[in-house]
């Protein structure tokens, strides 16, 4: 009878154990995005700077998401027709870029359409994979509908960092004169096991949804790529942003900005970076 007892007990622990695991396996499925908005997203909702405070004319535009997501973007006019769909990185809002747009602005003439993902500055919602991708293909929309840009003429897809995988995955759905990847990565599982950054622990990169896999996707580009990386990047290894230029199809460039860690390749590289830009964007017809 004891005997039996304790073999129930045994049995009854390892149940209750596997239950747990279950529940934990649950919960981890459950929260995945959860998971992913405290590893890879860092949004700041207060707008702290304009354009119009540096003296740039610009409009405020209002977005609508394939999903019903409101969202929120400038429109800087350049000197050129040809615009900039910018996809900025991971973390704060647009209003952190106002110095970069007009630097970008002045010394290529070109014009700028940047909007904040969902779940930054004044976009509803939170943001999530999938999610970025609709708010990229709505901020085509606008440019090519409301604005009557032609894509394979007006329209250069510009992402840095975590935008450059945005603008990866854009490159494989519409043909626009040309792509930019700035300071990209490979993708979310290979920058968690590079030795200079950890985005997440191994335990929980099983259990995160985000993949953004642009290595896999660059390939299939529909337009010229250019690629540009700081060989000091104390983010994303060099090396990653080399192979995103391998992948990718000719035509393609490779710019090395020497000397520039991960933000500040447009000031460490300085008019040659400005220059080659808008040569890339000149050229590539």
Aim: hydrophobic share 40%.
């Amino acid at each position: 009878m004891r005997r039996n007892l304790k073999k129930i007990g045994r049995i009854a622990v390892k149940t209750l154990a596997a239950l747990a695991v279950l529940s934990a396996v649950a919960l981890g499925v459950r929260h995945m995005s959860f998971l992913d908005r405290m590893l890879i997203y860092f949004p700041e909702r207060e707008l702290t700077a304009a354009p119009s405070d540096i003296g740039l004319a610009y409009e405020d535009v209002s977005l609508t998401a394939a999903d019903g997501t409101k969202l929120h973007g400038w429109h800087v006019p350049g000197e050129s027709r040809t615009t900039l769909l910018w996809l900025h990185g991971n973390a704060g809002n647009i209003g952190h870029r106002v110095y970069n747009i007009a630097m970008l602005v002045r010394n290529t003439g070109l014009g700028v359409f940047i909007i904040d993902y969902r779940g930054y500055g004044r976009s509803e919602g939170a943001p999530f994979e999938k999610g970025l991708y609709m708010d990229a293909e709505a901020a085509f929309e606008h440019l090519t509908t409301d604005l009557g840009l032609d894509p394979e003429e007006d329209i250069v897809i510009f992402g840095r960092s975590l935008g450059a995988s945005v603008a990866a995955e854009m490159a494989t759905r519409r043909r626009v004169r040309s792509v930019v990847l700035e300071s990209g990565f490979t993708s979310v599982r290979e920058m968690s096991g590079s030795r200079r950054t950890r985005l997440v622990s191994f335990l929980l990169l099983p259990m995160l949804d985000a993949r953004y896999d642009s290595l896999s996707k660059i390939g299939s580009a529909l337009s010229p790529v250019m690629v540009i990386h700081g060989d000091r990047d104390d983010i994303v290894p060099f090396e990653m942003g080399e192979r995103l230029y391998e992948a990718a199809p000719e035509p393609k460039r490779f710019y090395r900005v020497r000397g520039a860690s991960h933000n500040d390749t447009h000031m460490v590289g300085g008019d040659a970076y400005f220059e080659a830009l808008r040569e890339w964007v000149v050229d590539s017809e």
